[in-house]
Structure formats: structure tokens, C-alpha cells
């Protein structure tokens, strides 16, 4: 719990200093000061059946140009939330998962090194939950700029 507590500290002076533009043309989310670009398109929307299918996902994505896509690990996820929506993807995202339906989001930190348990994120509240890795999840893929 410690842990998770610490992350907490980290990540809300994280988003204060995050700088977001969006490509429609592309359908990525460039995050300028933490140098992040990430995939927003109808992709974003789809369950992914296990935490492994979700990373091979990632993997094989090729969009906007870029083939080097990888799930985010659980730092840069919560990056991209604004505590201050009822539904806290920053609104420059156009593709969300089902906030309404507590939308959780694989990424790719897992806890004390155990790769049966990842961290994914509730969407909404953004709580940090350590979940089996057969759960479906969302996945938002990122690369670095």
C-alpha cells in the first residue's frame, strides 16, 4: 500500500506540468514537455482479453508512421488524467473507454516484479489496482518523441 501511496505523490506533480496537443490526422496525443506521444484513436475503445494480449497489441501497432508502440507503464498512464472530470481523461483524448463503467486500463508495471499481477487503472476515480492478468482491460499505447 506504501508503495502505491508513493506513486500517488509522484504522478500528481507529474500532470500539473503536462503539455498536450492532438494530430487529428493522426489520431496521437503528443504530450511536448514529457516528450510522449500517445495512440488516440477507435483502438483505444477495444478490451483486450489479458494483460499479454494487450502488450502484444502494443507491440504491433503501426499508426500515425510510428511502428515502435508499447504499453505504458503506470506512471505515464496516470499522466494523462485530469482528477478534476467525473470521467478524468485529460479532454484532449477524443477515444475513451467506458468511464461510466469504471474503464480500467492495462499498463505495463507490475508489482514486486510479479508478472502475474499488473497495475491497471479505474478510470474512473483513477484508482490503482493490481488485477490478474486474464482480466479485460483497455489499452492505450504510447511511444516515446
Not at 26 to 42: C, H, R, S, Y
Not at 77 to 100: M, R, W
Request: charged share 20%.
Amino acid at each position: 500500500m506504501k508503495k502505491i501511496a508513493s506513486m500517488w505523490l509522484i504522478l500528481i506533480s507529474i500532470n500539473v506540468y503536462a503539455d498536450f496537443t492532438r494530430d487529428s490526422s493522426t489520431e496521437i496525443v503528443t504530450d511536448t514537455l514529457a516528450g510522449l506521444m500517445w495512440q488516440d484513436n477507435e483502438g483505444t475503445t477495444n478490451k483486450h482479453d489479458s494483460w499479454v494480449d494487450a502488450i502484444e497489441y502494443c507491440e504491433d501497432l503501426a499508426t500515425g508512421g510510428y511502428g515502435d508502440w508499447r504499453m505504458p507503464n503506470i506512471n505515464e498512464l496516470l499522466s494523462i488524467l485530469d482528477y478534476e472530470k467525473t470521467c478524468p481523461v485529460h479532454s484532449i483524448f477524443q477515444n475513451v473507454g467506458n468511464c461510466a463503467g469504471q474503464a480500467s486500463y492495462w499498463s505495463s508495471t507490475t508489482i514486486n516484479h510479479d508478472d502475474l499481477e499488473p497495475l491497471s487503472v479505474y478510470i474512473e476515480g483513477g484508482e490503482i489496482i493490481a488485477v490478474y492478468i486474464k482480466y479485460d482491460r483497455y489499452v492505450r499505447c504510447v511511444r516515446t518523441k
